[in-house]
């Protein structure tokens, strides 16, 4: 009984990490691309539609980009 608690807990945490992990470099990947996309001097409006970030962090990666 003990024994299956601990291997659906150990699970459970296995599957959030995994969920974490994943957000992690979806998040990434969507600076990655608003990144290029600011290069290519994309309007605002089409980088929030495409990477799905908000104007702010969009805002935030074009100053951080300046620096």
Do not use: C, D, F, W
């Amino acid at each position: 009984m003990l024994i299956n608690a601990i291997k659906r807990e150990k699970k459970q945490l296995r599957e959030e990490g995994i969920a974490i992990g994943m957000e992690r470099g979806m998040e990434k990947t969507m600076n990655k691309i608003a990144k290029l996309m600011l290069a290519n001097g994309e309007p605002m409006e089409k980088i929030v539609q495409y990477t799905g970030l908000s104007a702010q962090a969009i805002r935030k990666l074009k100053t951080e980009k300046k620096k």
